[in-house]
């Protein structure tokens, strides 16, 4: 790879009316790493001319559909590096097996897929491939949930006993996707959504901290999921209690129906010796309790953090980082992990630890498929 290049990016979605495309492309660009040079932004072929001029990228590289890009930009000496993945779930799966059999890889928004069995296809054809597939898991990005992972994985609050994570949002208090908005529409559809509401959507982010973060990995499950809005055709609300592989338990609730909320993410983790708090909407803070000394507050970009939390900042402590920038930190880490294998140190397509993978990805989908067989068995199942 030329030295200084920045890699070229095409991305599969993001278009008019999209929340999380924007939120993508920022991101990956903000270091200086990544440019977006191509992309099939939407599915009609106006709209991702209209998103490519936006973009200010070469107009005969917004293309109609995914599979023009892919086919196209394999052939040019100037291709794109990678493709990222902003779509709805149900396109997920295409898009990066697509991707992936012409040797491109891939940078996804979560979840991996629709579905588990899904996710267990991508990973084979991930593993068969070897090639880097990156997922945007957000909160592993963010600099004091590195700092309170590395603490638990240096058994720092002791043994871990009791763990507890919520994830709460108000936005789907009413019936909106009735009224034609976009990104409720698609979210509560089974057949673009995939099978699960609340808990393939936000549900998967809280399972995913909870195991990122204390290290454990679930063993069991007993969850129950609510419709609660009538009508509603995927839930919108999820409690859970949950076993950890070291004998701890917990318990996990979801809700888009948490009216007054607007992300409300909070993860603790209590070990014989203390615990470790953090809320996403304060993300630059940690809260250490002790259990027989004073409580510490743990601040972003401070000289006492870990190398992992260190290497997450950008800006001097006081100089609050958030949503994109912790978004920024996975596609650093991609590129890094990218230019390695392209580069042939690392010819199996490995990533980081810190940055979510297929094997995340897979783990968020079994998770959404044991939430439903419990909600369905009204009882405990193995994970």
Not at 143 to 167: D, F, N, P, S
Request: with cysteine; charged share 25%.
């Amino acid at each position: 790879m030329a030295e200084g290049r920045k890699l070229r990016m095409g991305m599969v979605g993001g278009g008019r009316g999209a929340f999380i495309g924007p939120v993508h492309r920022i991101a990956a660009e903000m270091d200086g790493k990544i440019e977006l040079v191509a992309g099939a932004f939407s599915q009609s072929a106006e709209r991702s001319r209209e998103a490519g001029v936006k973009f200010h990228i070469d107009p005969a590289r917004a293309y109609a559909n995914y599979r023009q890009m892919i086919e196209a930009e394999r052939k040019r000496a100037d291709g794109i590096d990678f493709v990222a993945i902003v779509t709805p779930n149900y396109l997920h799966l295409p898009i990066a097996l697509a991707a992936i059999e012409a040797g491109i890889p891939v940078m996804s928004d979560k979840p991996t897929t629709a579905t588990y069995e899904e996710a267990l296809e991508l990973q084979a054809a991930v593993a068969k491939a070897r090639l880097p597939y990156g997922l945007t898991h957000t909160y592993a990005g963010y600099q004091m949930v590195r700092e309170a992972r590395a603490m638990c994985a240096a058994g720092k609050v002791g043994k871990i006993r009791k763990v507890a994570v919520e994830y709460f949002q108000g936005w789907l208090s009413r019936p909106i996707e009735a009224s034609g908005q976009k990104q409720a529409e698609w979210r509560t559809d089974p057949a673009r959504n995939g099978p699960g509401g609340a808990i393939g959507d936000i549900g998967t982010h809280a399972f995913h901290l909870l195991e990122y973060v204390s290290g454990l990995e679930v063993t069991a499950i007993n969850a129950t999921l609510r419709s609660v809005v009538p009508g509603r055709k995927l839930d919108d609300d999820c409690n859970a209690f949950v076993r950890m592989n070291n004998g701890a338990a917990g318990t996990l609730a979801c809700s888009q129906v948490a009216a007054g909320e607007m992300n409300e993410l909070t993860l603790r983790i209590y070990g014989e010796e203390g615990s470790v708090e953090w809320r996403q909407q304060d993300p630059n803070r940690l809260f250490v309790k002790w259990l027989d000394r004073p409580e510490e507050i743990h601040h972003a970009a401070t000289s006492y953090l870990g190398s992992d939390a260190k290497a997450a900042a950008r800006t001097p402590a006081g100089h609050p980082e958030g949503y994109l920038e912790a978004f920024a930190v996975l596609y650093r880490e991609f590129a890094d992990a990218l230019i390695g294998w392209k580069e042939g140190k690392d010819r199996r397509g490995s990533l980081p630890a810190t940055l979510p993978g297929i094997r995340a990805g897979v783990r968020g989908m079994r998770f959404m498929e044991r939430v439903i067989e419990s909600n369905r068995r009204e009882g405990w199942v193995e994970f």
